[in-house]
């Protein structure tokens, strides 16, 4: 899997925000690695996003992964 460090830029996180910013940007890898393997600008959308909600203050990993799903025209149910 790829990781989201390179993406954060131009952000502070705690270490418990970058772990849990990490499992979801994986979490959402996984859901939609069941269509093909995302090449690396669907990986940073996903990545992007998560880091934008959670700079904005989202902490729930299930919204974030739902909201970077919905970036990219997946719906959570619809997935895996």
Do not use: Q, W
Not at 5 to 24: L, Q
Not at 68 to 75: D, M, R, S, T, V
């Amino acid at each position: 899997m790829t990781s989201i460090v390179p993406f954060i830029n131009n952000a502070v996180f705690e270490p418990e925000d970058i772990r849990m910013v990490s499992d979801a940007y994986d979490k959402v890898l996984e859901d939609i690695y069941g269509f093909g393997h995302p090449n690396k600008i669907v990986e940073g959308i996903i990545a992007t996003r998560i880091i934008i909600l959670t700079k904005g203050g989202e902490r729930d990993p299930d919204r974030l992964r739902e909201r970077a799903l919905a970036a990219c025209g997946f719906e959570l149910d619809r997935v895996g």
